[in-house]
């Protein structure tokens, strides 16, 4: 949906995050966290900066999952099997796709 622009070297935290991610998000949210048109939004959007979604709302999501509110996409199922040391290097991930693509 958003083109991403990835970082060349990622935090040690973040590379265990794209796996989880890639494990645990991908399916739905698309690769680099880009979003699926007609699945999942894109993370890597200013919806999703720090200030608007602090990491602990990420957790709550996996967790407990959304109802929609921001997109029309549906809501968000509890992601099953996701851990909060997983949840917690997943943000990591995204964090540094979106500071590379200016959301801050």
Same mark, same amino acid.
């Given at each position: 949906m958003v083109d991403?622009?990835?970082p @060349?070297?990622?935090?040690a935290n973040a590379e265990i995050g794209?796996?989880?991610?890639?494990a645990k998000c991908a399916a739905c949210h698309g690769a680099n966290a880009a979003g699926q048109d007609g699945v999942a939004p894109p993370l890597v959007h200013k919806i999703y900066e720090p200030?608007?979604?602090a990491d602990a709302a990420f957790l709550l999501a996996a967790k407990n999952g959304? &109802?929609?509110h921001h997109w029309r996409f549906g809501n968000m199922p509890p992601?099953?099997?996701?851990?909060?040391?997983?949840?917690?290097m997943?943000?990591?991930?995204? &964090? @540094?796709?979106?500071r590379s693509n200016g959301i801050n």
């Open positions: 991403v622009l990835v @060349e070297t990622l935090s794209k796996l989880a991610y890639e200030s608007h979604h959304v &109802r929609a992601v099953e099997g996701v851990t909060d040391g997983d949840v917690k997943i943000v990591a991930y995204v &964090r @540094e796709l979106q």
